[in-house]
């Protein structure tokens, strides 16, 4: 059974992200410029999603905080305060003005943020639906044009892309595309464009086997390749033939390396920061993997594991490092509580 998210973590959780949606700098652009007229503020760019450092975290950030709405405006956890500060951030952010901006700069720039980033957006729209009113249906109408524009941009793609990207960072094919089809269906994508990011997804991997775990981690992961990959293949097959294809994939798994944390020598450094996140990134994959092996010591394995990178992960969520602040909540959100879109 998949656990929900620890109401201590909620206000905490939700004050972070509140001050990195609205914070435009620092600020990481992901833009190529093609003259001096687009020296623009951020915002400009972006009327949406301006803060939180770059275009993915913020879109994220505001994942979590509608997911956090969802989980426990009504309960009382989150103070009636703190909620009306969130949804008046949401209210002027996700307007269809701002949207139609978003979208039209997706569309414009297909390469961008591909594909993570735009699983981050698909997975907002379908939290946002999810919420439903008040509010929720409402981001969620307006987040639509982007939507649309993910799944014309994924039908674009997909057929040229004829390898994966497996390293441990944004681009990884198997992370983004797996948070597309939790999301997906939810969020308005197309059957037809879900099945083809299924099919790609097995097109991929269906023949992958021994993993390389002993060269996992790489520097700036947060990411597992290994972890990410089989989480994904998860998603796609039939219990039985994923528990087949994991065995061939990662035979040994209840005595990998993978089953030990990362040593994270520099938290303030941005890429050796990033194994903070792998911590949380593979306490989530664990788990989730864990629970497709059904009952068994399998499962007790991995969910130990998960729990010891919990364990290291989770007091650097809120450091007062802005590099580390501005998106390893989500992750720890990933880790805690259902996937995306749930």
Known sequence: MSPALPTAYAVPFAELAL???????????AHLYQGP????????????????????????????????????????????????????????????ENLAVEAAYLR??????????????????????????????RWADALAPAVEAVGDLLT????????????????????????????????????AVLDAVADRLRTWFADD?????????????????????????RRVLPAEEFRSWLAGFLPGLTTSPLLTPPVVSDHADPQIGHLLGLTLSRAAALRTIGDALGEGPARDTLAAAAEAHLAVGLPTVSSGDFSSDHWLATYAALALDTPPGH
């Not at 981050?120 to 929720?136: F, H, I, K, M, S």
């Not at 997909?158 to 089809?181: D, E, V």
């Not at 060269?215 to 293949?233: H, R, V, Y």
């Open 156 to 191: 674009g793609w997909l057929p040229r892309a004829t390898y994966p990207i497996r390293h441990g960072i944004h681009p990884n094919s198997a992370f983004g595309l797996g948070l597309i089809l939790d999301a997906g269906e939810r969020a308005g994508l197309s059957g």
């Open 209 to 233: 086997h021994d993993a390389p775990v002993h060269w996992e981690p790489s520097g700036q992961d947060f990411l597992s390749p290994a972890l990410t990959e089989a989480d994904a293949m």
């Open 37 to 96: 007229d687009e020296l623009v503020a951020p915002r400009t760019l972006h009327p949406a999603f301006y803060g939180g450092y770059d275009w993915h975290s913020t879109v994220h950030m505001h994942w979590l905080l509608v997911r956090l709405l969802r989980r426990f405006s009504a309960t009382g956890v989150l103070p009636a305060t703190l909620t009306t500060r969130v949804r008046e951030v949401l209210d002027t952010h996700l307007t269809p």
């Open 19 to 29: 001050a990195n949606v609205v914070r435009e700098y620092p600020n990481a652009p």
């Open 108 to 137: 414009g720039r297909p390469h961008f943020e591909r594909p993570y980033g735009w699983a981050w957006l698909v997975a907002l729209a379908a939290e946002c639906r999810a919420l439903g009113t008040p509010g929720g249906d």
